[in-house]
């Protein structure tokens, strides 16, 4: 199994000024360390949870990507995941190709369909009905995957016309930046996932859960006449591997044996610099092993 790292929160000891020296720090040890991915959210404003208000910091995903890949070599980069209504799609298909060509094509395109109502308001961006952004991030995916081929023709659907997808250059990973759907939902998540994804992201609320939604994205790829072992099947959850070890590897080995392949976590403590190489030195290599 891999391990892949997400960073939430940019309140960092010292303030605005820390965040580029912290950010690359971080980043250079996550590469380091024998991670495979490293993501942010797609948030303008922090997310209102328990610890944290919309006032608290929070910068924007692409230009940030675009930093990290200039510190790093190895990892995958992206967010988990891009909210579908906050730009253009053949303009996101644009930055993303941006990002898999300076970065040696190491970018993925986490994608989903948006749901932080606040912050559409706040910044004055259109907030449609949830079958809207659906059918919005339906056509989305289709744009990426047809700007990331050889057709540069037009593409005609019931929300976004493009006259022409160019796309110059190209990406540099053969087949475009792979895309990974965050979701579990039944019905129009899990259905995309098995009809254009190339991986999925769960959330690891229990593995009970976890395997009757991968029994959900089956059947679906049974619908769309696709083989399940296509999409890479990922999960993101609240851990901590350094809190218990043993306790870390062994809900690994469960969500491992359903057929989980990557792990996101979330540093804790005062400087996530350290703390990701600690998991590298103490964790990776046992993950690995799973």
């Excluded at 053949?90 to 060509?101: H, N, P, S, W």
């Excluded at 851990?239 to 690994?252: E, H, K, R, V």
């Amino acid at each position: 199994m891999d391990i892949a790292l997400h960073l939430p929160r940019f309140d960092v000891p010292g303030g605005t000024q820390a965040l580029p020296s912290l950010l690359s720090a971080t980043a250079r040890a996550t590469d380091g360390a024998g991670f495979s991915a490293l993501t942010l959210m797609d948030h303008w404003f922090q997310m209102e949870q328990p610890g944290t208000t919309a006032f608290d910091p929070m910068l924007e995903g692409y230009t940030t990507l675009g930093f990290l890949a200039a510190q790093t070599q190895h990892l995958s980069l992206g967010l988990l995941v891009t909210g579908v209504t906050y730009r253009h799609p053949g303009l996101l298909a644009k930055t993303v190709t941006t990002l898999d060509v300076l970065s040696g094509g190491r970018a993925m395109l986490g994608i989903g369909a948006a749901w932080y109502e606040r912050e559409h308001r706040g910044l004055g961006v259109p907030f449609p009905p949830v079958p809207e952004r659906f059918e919005r991030l339906e056509e989305t995916l289709q744009i990426c995957r047809q700007m990331w081929g050889d057709d540069t023709g037009p593409y005609t659907g019931h929300h976004y016309r493009l006259a022409e997808t160019i796309c110059s250059p190209g990406p540099v990973q053969q087949a475009g930046p792979p895309i990974v759907i965050g979701g579990m939902g039944e019905k129009k998540t899990l259905r995309l996932v098995a009809r254009y994804a190339d991986a999925c992201n769960l959330f690891a609320f229990d593995p009970g859960e976890v395997a009757h939604k991968l029994d959900v994205l089956a059947r679906h790829c049974d619908t769309e006449g696709r083989d399940p072992a296509e999409i890479k099947k990922t999960i993101i959850g609240h851990f901590d591997p350094l809190a218990d070890i043993d306790a870390f590897l062994a809900a690994m080995q469960e969500y491992a044996e359903l057929g989980i392949q990557q792990v996101w976590v979330t540093p804790s403590g005062p400087s996530p610099t350290d703390w990701t190489a600690r998991v590298g030195e103490q964790v990776v290599p046992k993950l690995r092993d799973l």
